[in-house]
């Protein structure tokens, strides 16, 4: 296994299979893999896990889903400069860092970026 995902496309598939059917929302989660991206996809995963199970679920969420966390709130009182600022934010705290906590602030950015995609597509009207 590397980076929390098995290489072989079956072994992928066995394991999304015993996911789905322990998870409550089975039919919202895609698999993410095509040949050739698995580093993509486990940095993906890795900024989800974070944001689901991890530091932005315990100081973040207070049970809301992602779309209603304090980021999309603050964003439509000031704006998308909120989320983006706080991206640029982790971005550069994550040259300061040793390697494990540079690499969870930079997820911790894509997760950002990710909420300033989520504000965009919740206010474009055309």
């Known amino acids: 296994m590397k980076g929390g995902f098995h290489t072989t496309p079956n072994v992928l598939a066995v394991e999304t299979l015993q996911f789905l059917a322990e998870h409550e929302h089975a039919g919202e989660v895609m698999a993410i893999f095509a040949p050739g991206y698995d580093s993509l996809a486990s940095v993906l995963r890795r900024a989800f896990d974070q944001a689901a199970k991890g530091k932005g679920a315990e100081r973040h ?48 950015a894509i997760n950002y970026i990710a909420g300033a995609v989520i504000f965009m597509e919740k206010n474009h009207h055309g």
């Not at 049970?63 to 909120?82: C, K, R, W």
């Not at 991206?87 to 040259?95: H, L, N, S, T, V």
């Open 61 to 108: 969420a207070q049970g809301a889903p992602f779309e209603a966390q304090p980021m999309q709130t603050i964003s439509d009182l000031v704006g998308i400069g909120f989320v983006l600022g706080q991206a640029m934010k982790k971005a550069q705290e994550a040259q300061r860092l040793p390697h494990d906590a540079a690499v969870r602030e930079l997820l911790g």
